[in-house]
């Protein structure tokens, strides 16, 4: 508690527009994701029915029932028959071909021969088929896995699969999904009522693995415990069918702010999950005077109203898909009419986390947002605008990805440079340009937000690219060349501790900040450690996107692919690694949901950790692995189009009281023990 008391000492002296003892309310909350004062429940869901009812066992059942099959209410099997590995005769392609002689009607027990290979039990900690840990080695050679599945019911699902190599999936003698390249699919899989068959194959390659799980498919029926309410937050989908829901949500008093696409700031009743007002905060409102006499104005204001119209469907609770889609156009009107009045003002940068991809600040009086479009802007927390300005900097590959932090009364957001506004009146105070004007990819970018901490009685930031710069001017004081470019993990701030993890080296750093402040800029010390996965499947990148929780002397980071690392925070010492069993889903049109990307969460006595399909695991922390809980949010995302999925979940969430509020790509929840 003493260094919960440091902390909230340090942030009180941020500047005028803080309250006495006001902490600045941002992303995970002060930037460590630790909610000391919450108590959250360790426990609830929303699943399906259906996945709910579903047995599963490896031997042959020995009647009609269910008999003593496992229970396997969160959708994933963790006992398998396996077999092989076996190769792949010359000419057949590995997923649409037998490798082994009818392998679409194998109905194996434990001991069956296939010639000199065997069936055999394989037990698995989460719901990951790890076929090297199971079988060896084997480079471009196929395995199997088997089990039966009892259904109370006829009834339609949704298998969710990651793999890493050519795969097929056989349900009941059929094939419902077979790629021949590295992948991951969502198919529909047709479940008879009583036993199935189901066989998963899958080729070697770099990782040896398949990560299955079901879900329900489109409107349930859904059963859920210990969720107050959820509320749709208006979404859009990109090219890659993604990018919507990525921003997290903040409590101010008794409303929650958040981000909903496009380019929209929504106030919801934390009480019962009414929205209150909308504001949207984009070029048309930042339009000047002269803009308006442009011709198209006219344009750009009917779009306006459209858009106005259809938010009061969503007000109301009457926003259909239909109508979001057409919220949507109406949206891209406003756009494409400010872009005929100012080309190169009014310009949108293409962005991975989509326009509603940041989590907005708040010093408790105000709350400020800033959107990929360049723009900035404050409300007072009555939705009344109080200043709103349009600095559009050219955006590099993936776009922008850094919510805006306040610091000694300042708004600063990065934008290639960092830029420094006055948080009162929006009058912008300094910039400092960080990396290159131009090109795709400059060296040192990154995509984490920045960490203030104080040094010395000044006021600093650390950059996600490891950089300090000074508060008061926006000068570079420590610039580091070891994050490499596109890191994606924020900083993050624990006493007089700096931690960093970088993504394409994924190595974790321990800087210790100085007692006074210099220029240049001197860490006491700045230690690297390697952070090693390699003995975990992968997709095809072992990266960290999200940022640690640092403890009682222990780190908790998270990797996109469910790995749980935890490390001495002072040496980067392993301490543990586990497989979470996350359902995280991985492929290569995944947008900003690629793998597990929410930072840990410390609530109460918990470690609340997320994956990026409604799964997360509950643990206590400390030196052994001891799990509370696993729990699930199911629900359909995009339904109806070509990406239709289980909803994704990739925002950090926010612990307030006894609750804890998790916004997917198209809904808020509030979780509460009820």
Same mark, same amino acid.
């Given at each position: 508690?003493?260094?919960?008391?440091?902390?909230?000492?340090?942030?009180?002296?941020?500047?005028? %527009?803080?309250?006495?003892?006001?902490?600045?309310?941002?992303?995970?909350?002060?930037?460590?994701?630790?909610?000391?004062?919450?108590?959250?429940?360790?426990?609830?869901?929303?699943?399906?029915?259906?996945?709910?009812?579903?047995?599963?066992?490896?031997?042959?059942?020995?009647?009609?029932?269910?008999?003593?099959?496992?229970?396997?209410?969160?959708?994933?099997?963790?006992?398998?028959?396996?077999?092989?590995?076996?190769?792949?005769?010359?000419?057949?392609?590995?997923?649409?071909?037998?490798?082994?002689?009818?392998?679409?009607?194998?109905?194996?027990?434990?001991?069956?021969?296939?010639?000199?290979?065997?069936?055999?039990?394989?037990?698995?900690?989460?719901?990951?088929?790890?076929?090297?840990?199971?079988?060896?080695? =084997?480079?471009?050679?196929?395995?199997?896995?088997?089990? @039966?599945?009892?259904?109370?019911?006829?009834?339609?699902?949704?298998?969710?699969? %990651?793999?890493?190599?050519?795969?097929? +999936?056989?349900?009941?003698?059929?094939?419902?999904?077979?790629?021949?390249?590295?992948?991951?699919?969502?198919?529909?899989?047709?479940?008879?009522?009583?036993?199935?068959?189901?066989?998963?194959?899958?080729?070697?390659?770099?990782?040896?693995?398949?990560?299955?799980?079901?879900?329900?498919?489109?409107?349930?029926?859904?059963?859920?415990?210990?969720?107050?309410?959820?509320?749709?937050?208006?979404?859009?989908? %990109?090219?890659?069918? &993604?990018?919507?829901?990525?921003?997290?949500?903040?409590?101010?008093?008794?409303?929650?702010?958040?981000?909903?696409?496009?380019?929209?700031?929504?106030?919801?009743?934390?009480?019962?999950?009414?929205?209150?007002?909308?504001?949207?905060?984009?070029?048309?409102?930042?339009?000047?005077?002269?803009?308006?006499?442009? &011709?198209?104005?006219?344009?750009?204001?009917?779009?306006?109203?459209?858009?106005?119209?259809?938010?009061?469907?969503?007000?109301?609770?009457?926003?259909?898909?239909?109508?979001?889609?057409?919220?949507?156009?109406? *949206?891209?009107?406003?756009?494409?009419?400010? $872009?005929?009045?100012?080309?190169?003002?009014?310009?949108?940068?293409?962005?991975? +986390?989509?326009?509603?991809?940041?989590?907005?600040?708040?010093?408790?009086?105000?709350?400020?947002?800033?959107?990929? !479009?360049?723009?900035?802007?404050?409300?007072?927390?009555?939705?009344?605008?109080?200043?709103?300005?349009?600095?559009?900097?050219? !955006?590099? *590959?993936?776009?922008?990805?850094?919510?805006?932090?306040?610091?000694?009364?300042?708004?600063?957001?990065?934008?290639?440079?960092?830029?420094?506004?006055?948080?009162?009146?929006?009058?912008?105070?300094?910039?400092?340009?960080?990396?290159?004007?131009?090109?795709?990819?400059?060296?040192?970018?990154?995509?984490?937000?920045?960490?203030?901490?104080?040094?010395?009685?000044?006021?600093?930031?650390?950059?996600?690219?490891?950089?300090?710069?000074?508060?008061?001017?926006?000068?570079?004081?420590?610039?580091?060349?070891?994050?490499?470019?596109?890191?994606?993990?924020?900083?993050?701030?624990?006493?007089?501790?700096?931690?960093?993890? %970088?993504?394409?080296?994924?190595?974790?750093?321990?800087?210790?900040?100085?007692?006074?402040?210099?220029?240049?800029?001197?860490?006491?010390?700045? *230690?690297?450690?390697?952070?090693?996965?390699?003995?975990?499947?992968?997709?095809?990148?072992?990266?960290?996107?999200?940022?640690?929780?640092? @403890?009682?002397?222990? $780190?908790?980071?998270?990797?996109?692919?469910?790995?749980?690392?935890?490390?001495?925070?002072?040496?980067? $010492?392993?301490?543990?690694?586990?497989?979470?069993?996350?359902?995280?889903?991985?492929? @290569?049109?995944?947008?900003?949901?690629?793998?597990?990307?929410? !930072?840990?969460?410390?609530?109460?006595?918990?470690?609340?950790?997320?994956?990026?399909?409604?799964?997360?695991?509950?643990?206590?922390?400390?030196?052994?692995?001891?799990?509370?809980?696993?729990?699930?949010?199911?629900?359909?995302? =995009?339904?109806?189009?070509?990406?239709?999925?289980?909803?994704?979940?990739?925002?950090?969430?926010?612990?307030?009281?006894?609750?804890?509020? +998790?916004?997917?790509?198209?809904?808020?929840? =509030?979780? *509460?023990?009820?």
């Amino acid at each position: 508690m003493r260094v919960f008391a440091t902390l909230a000492l340090a942030w009180s002296l941020l500047g005028a %527009t803080l309250a006495a003892g006001e902490t600045p309310l941002g992303w995970r909350n002060d930037g460590s994701g630790k909610f000391p004062h919450a108590t959250p429940p360790a426990q609830w869901s929303r699943r399906s029915k259906a996945v709910a009812g579903l047995r599963t066992q490896v031997e042959k059942p020995a009647g009609p029932d269910a008999g003593k099959a496992a229970p396997m209410p969160g959708g994933t099997i963790h006992e398998w028959l396996v077999l092989g590995p076996v190769p792949v005769p010359e000419g057949v392609k590995p997923a649409e071909g037998d490798a082994l002689p009818g392998e679409t009607e194998f109905a194996p027990a434990e001991g069956d021969k296939a010639g000199d290979l065997a069936w055999k039990k394989a037990q698995f900690s989460s719901g990951v088929i790890d076929f090297q840990e199971a079988l060896g080695k =084997a480079d471009k050679k196929a395995a199997y896995a088997f089990a @039966h599945v009892y259904s109370e019911a006829k009834t339609v699902l949704r298998l969710q699969l %990651t793999h890493h190599g050519s795969a097929r +999936v056989v349900v009941n003698g059929k094939q419902v999904y077979a790629t021949n390249g590295p992948s991951g699919g969502r198919p529909k899989v047709e479940l008879a009522q009583g036993w199935n068959r189901i066989l998963i194959k899958v080729v070697g390659h770099d990782a040896w693995y398949a990560a299955p799980s079901f879900f329900g498919f489109q409107d349930g029926p859904y059963e859920q415990t210990n969720i107050a309410w959820s509320t749709p937050i208006a979404h859009s989908y %990109t090219y890659f069918g &993604a990018s919507s829901g990525v921003g997290g949500p903040i409590v101010v008093k008794d409303r929650i702010y958040l981000l909903g696409e496009l380019d929209s700031l929504y106030c919801v009743n934390k009480a019962d999950g009414k929205i209150l007002w909308i504001r949207p905060t984009g070029y048309f409102e930042a339009a000047t005077d002269e803009d308006k006499k442009h &011709a198209a104005w006219v344009e750009a204001a009917a779009a306006a109203d459209l858009r106005a119209g259809l938010q009061a469907d969503l007000l109301a609770g009457t926003l259909t898909q239909a109508k979001n889609e057409a919220l949507q156009k109406a *949206e891209k009107g406003v756009y494409d009419a400010m $872009a005929k009045i100012d080309p190169a003002r009014y310009k949108r940068s293409p962005v991975d +986390v989509g326009n509603s991809g940041y989590t907005p600040v708040s010093d408790g009086e105000r709350v400020y947002v800033w959107l990929p !479009s360049g723009v900035t802007a404050c409300y007072d927390l009555d939705g009344n605008r109080r200043w709103i300005r349009v600095d559009n900097i050219p !955006s590099f *590959e993936h776009g922008y990805s850094s919510s805006p932090v306040l610091a000694d009364g300042k708004l600063i957001v990065f934008m290639r440079d960092l830029l420094a506004f006055d948080a009162k009146d929006g009058k912008l105070l300094w910039t400092t340009p960080v990396v290159d004007r131009k090109g795709n990819n400059p060296p040192g970018y990154f995509h984490g937000t920045p960490q203030p901490f104080e040094a010395g009685g000044a006021w600093h930031l650390m950059l996600g690219n490891g950089s300090v710069a000074r508060v008061s001017d926006g000068k570079l004081v420590y610039q580091e060349k070891r994050s490499g470019n596109q890191s994606i993990c924020s900083p993050v701030r624990e006493g007089g501790d700096l931690y960093l993890v %970088t993504t394409w080296s994924n190595q974790f750093f321990r800087y210790e900040a100085p007692k006074a402040a210099a220029d240049p800029f001197v860490f006491a010390s700045a *230690e690297g450690v390697p952070l090693k996965g390699q003995a975990f499947p992968k997709f095809y990148l072992d990266w960290h996107m999200g940022s640690p929780v640092v @403890h009682d002397g222990l $780190a908790y980071l998270v990797n996109n692919n469910g790995v749980l690392t935890v490390v001495e925070a002072k040496t980067g $010492a392993l301490v543990y690694q586990r497989m979470l069993d996350l359902d995280s889903f991985q492929s @290569h049109n995944e947008s900003a949901a690629r793998g597990s990307g929410v !930072s840990p969460v410390l609530a109460g006595n918990h470690l609340y950790l997320f994956g990026n399909t409604g799964t997360c695991v509950v643990i206590e922390p400390g030196r052994t692995y001891k799990e509370v809980a696993r729990n699930r949010l199911e629900g359909v995302a =995009a339904k109806g189009t070509w990406g239709e999925r289980q909803e994704r979940f990739i925002a950090n969430p926010w612990c307030d009281g006894k609750r804890i509020y +998790v916004r997917g790509e198209e809904n808020l929840y =509030a979780i *509460e023990a009820r």
